[in-house]
């Protein structure tokens, strides 16, 4: 049995799981195999305490995504410190400039006040993502990933995708639908989606997953 075509065009999300290059492509129309069997999943994060920007600013929101990022994986790291740290004091900011080098300055060991010790080890992929299995099993395990779109810092904390299942027992997945917090979002407005259908991968800037160790 050969491989599913997938003739992607205008605006949807391919994550194809089958390839060792899974690239991302744009496109609104699928093409696969009547072998493969289609099965509509959906996943969402539970039970994680998300906290607003403290400031209307983007580096401040910025640091809200790391602080609920660190929190889901059972380190409390404050807004107002990650941004001592990384400007040396409260600045305000209309947007944050490099990701990578963000994400290397705070990657480093960690001694807090209250007795915390622990290292974080961030690590920012640019552009759009090229598979779907890290997002679904960061979304799956409760450990959220940041997504940079048109800038803007989000935390993805669910996604919808069509699996798709051949007699070998190989999978495809494709992306419908990216759910996603925004820390700057207005009350009852912080649930933002990214849809295959309405937006375009060539404007994420980028994912950040951030890895906790403690001492």
Known sequence: MGNPRFICIAASICFYALSASAPLHAGGKQDASPAWVLHKQKVQAEKLDLRPAEQPCANWGWAAVVSDMAASRGIHVSQQYLIDRLYGGSR???????????????????????GQKFALQARFTPGAPVQADPLIVSVR??????????????????????????????KMFVITDLQLFDPLGDPGKRTVVFSRDQDSPDEINGVLDLGVYTK
């Open 141 to 170: 395990q409760n450990r959220p990933l940041m997504l940079l779109w048109r800038n803007h810092p989000y935390l993805l904390t669910g996604l919808t995708y069509d699996e798709y299942i051949a007699e070998t027992g190989n």
């Open 92 to 114: 305000c900011l209309d947007a944050v400039a490099d990701s990578e080098a963000l994400a290397k300055e705070i990657s480093h060991d960690y001694v807090l006040q209250d």
